[in-house]
């Protein structure tokens, strides 16, 4: 076991003393009643006063156990206590998985990695095939919201005209919640025998998810009304008698970037018109992040060719085999992934820069 201080080890890549030191300011600016007079910089010193306390707070806590530890480890070899021993090591056991999940953390280095996401998910060619397939992504990724205690809500539903859905829209709200799926955009491709085949031939199918973060106020996204065209109409699916009553549901097309949102989930036309723009806010932010970066891509192009040339993933269901085509990550567990357990695939993408 390695006993110095974790603050001594780690604080320089943490940058510690820096981050302390720009906590305690934090600490005043929130603590400053003039401060609430405007709403905008609350929610950023907010915001920043949280990511902060993550690190500074942690690697307090682990400086603190290491040192208990190191006692309690003296006492039970002078005893020869073998049940106080065994504590020690289960306490260092969950502080090293705390120092795991700090240093995971370090891989979120874009901005808007600590907020919170929305998700599309859309069915390639293929009719039925491609629809269930996108079904099965959508409860996926509903899954590993809820394994990771986030709200989660689905705010678009298309459904097939058999199974699954045509398209889907999802918001993640939790922390990090962008950060940990931002790498799953791309193709995913599932091969299997098909259910609805009477001939039980193999078949392969594709659908596209595409995940974008919420923006919140400290983000300047300058949008113009006059861009702007806002289309009610009924909504569809599940929702009981009133949705079927009422053009509550709100498409919203921005003529100069042809981004389309839509929003149902609501029975309140505001409501559902206020979330439409929380996502065109958070496409048009990733579209202005993904320029900068240079890259070609157009934001919605990248969703029309759903086929072989952007895969990301494969999945093989009568293999029991899923690889990640980008790091080389592979599974045999489908049950438990499309459960959600994604954790394997997200933390290799990201440690390797995907």
């Known amino acids: 076991m390695i006993w110095h201080p974790v603050v001594t080890i780690y604080g320089g890549i ?14 005043g600016l929130s603590e400053d009643p003039e401060l609430w007079n405007d709403p905008k ?44 021993f065994a ?46 397939w996108a079904g099965m992504l959508l409860r996926m990724y509903v899954r590993y919201g809820e394994r990771k205690g986030f709200k989660v809500e689905v705010l678009e539903e298309d459904e097939g005209e ?25 193709i995913h491709r599932l091969v299997r025998y098909s259910p609805f085949d009477s001939n039980n ?16 106020d400290s983000f300047e996204i300058e949008i ?17 008698q009133h949705i079927n009553k009422t053009d509550s549901a709100v498409r919203i097309t ?3 970037t042809g981004i389309v949102v839509q929003c ?24 202005e992040m993904r320029r900068r970066n240079e890259e070609k891509q157009n934001l919605e192009a990248s969703k029309d060719d759903v086929g072989w040339g952007h895969q990301i993933r494969s999945y093989v269901f009568d293999s029991s085999r899923i690889k990640d085509l980008r790091t080389g990550y592979e599974v045999g567990n489908i049950k438990a992934v499309m459960d959600g357990d994604l954790d394997g695939f997200i933390e290799a993408s990201l440690k390797q820069g995907v």
């Open 264 to 287: 149902q989930n609501d029975r309140s036309q505001h409501r559902n018109r206020e979330e439409a723009m929380n996502m065109l806010k958070a496409k048009l932010f990733e579209l």
């Open 201 to 216: 031939k193999r078949h392969t199918s594709f659908a596209s998810v595409f995940v974008y973060p919420e923006v919140d």
């Open 162 to 186: 058999i199974a699954g859905v045509n398209r889907a829209t999802i918001k993640l709200d939790g922390e990090y919640a962008y950060g940990l799926l931002r790498t799953e955009t791309g």
């Open 14 to 27: 943490f940058d510690y003393a820096g981050k302390k030191e720009r906590l305690e300011e934090v600490i």
């Open 224 to 240: 113009n009304p006059a861009d702007l065209r806002v289309d009610t109409y009924r909504a569809s699916g599940a929702g009981g």
């Open 87 to 132: 504590a020690v090591q289960a306490d260092i056991t969950a502080l090293q998985e705390e120092l795991a999940q700090l240093e995971f953390k370090r891989m979120f280095n874009q901005p808007a990695d600590v907020n919170n996401c929305f998700i599309d998910i859309v069915a390639g060619a293929g009719g039925t095939e491609a629809e269930d």
């Open 254 to 256: 921005h003529e100069p």
């Open 41 to 84: 910089k609350a929610q950023e010193v907010g915001k920043e006063r949280k990511v902060l306390e993550g690190i500074v707070l942690t690697l307090d806590h682990l400086h603190s156990g290491i040192e208990d530890n190191r006692i309690l480890l003296q006492m039970a070899v002078e005893e020869n206590d073998s049940d106080g």
